[in-house]
């Protein structure tokens, strides 16, 4: 794995890790629907991150 390639493995970490934090720090009984499509939304970004490099990585 290049340092590029490297770089963006470990950017995607800090977001999923960033993810984990902001759901241990939500209150259930306080969170609302915002909260829950900022969350998805994050999700979808990484998502669609993962699937960009995938393809770049293989040469697609």
Aim: a negative charge; proline letters at 2%; aromatic letters at 4%.
């Amino acid at each position: 794995m290049d340092k590029i390639q490297e770089e963006k493995r470990h950017l995607l970490q800090e977001k999923m890790s960033y993810i984990v934090t902001m759901l241990d720090a939500i209150d259930p009984e306080k969170a609302g629907v915002e909260d829950i499509d900022e969350l998805i939304a994050m999700l979808e970004e990484i998502e669609m991150k993962c699937k960009e490099y995938r393809q770049e990585w293989n040469g697609e």
